[in-house]
């Protein structure tokens, strides 16, 4: 997972470094629309439904997984906490992003029907789900929770 988060990290480098060496009108509306783009992207691992049960369930670590959409407010809203206590929590917590409206069979047997929806998993069992926005501070006392 470090490599992978090495690599989106060297990705966005270059992408910026290029998108700086544009013109300045081209550069302004490349990097507005570059922007929207990586609120979307961010730092923890896409999953699909035909990883999941080898990214997911058989995770050496605990893991948490945010059900989400690209369309979704509140799924934005929580990006910048997701991709902060991804960095936090590190070699402790693997950190999955699911798109529901591409990977259907997992959210239904799951019994996603809002999001975000966020799963904790342990053992390949899921032992905590919480919907909606939440504070940083929740989350953190979930996680803490689960890794005692």
Known sequence: MKSEKLVRESLHFSLFTFLFSLPTPLTSSILLATSIILLIVTMATPVTDAEFSAKVLKS???ALVD?????CGPCKAMIP???????QYE???AFFKMN??????VSQQFNVMSIPTFILF???????TFI?????E???AKLDALLK
């Open 60 to 62: 050496p670590l605990p």
């Open 67 to 71: 059900f989400w959409a690209p369309w």
């Open 132 to 136: 909606g926005v939440q504070s940083k």
């Open 100 to 105: 529901v409206d591409d990977n259907t069979d």
């Open 122 to 128: 342990k053992n390949g069992e899921a032992v905590d």
């Open 91 to 93: 070699g402790k917590i």
């Open 138 to 140: 929740a989350i953190v």
């Open 81 to 87: 906490i997701f991709d902060e206590l991804s960095a």
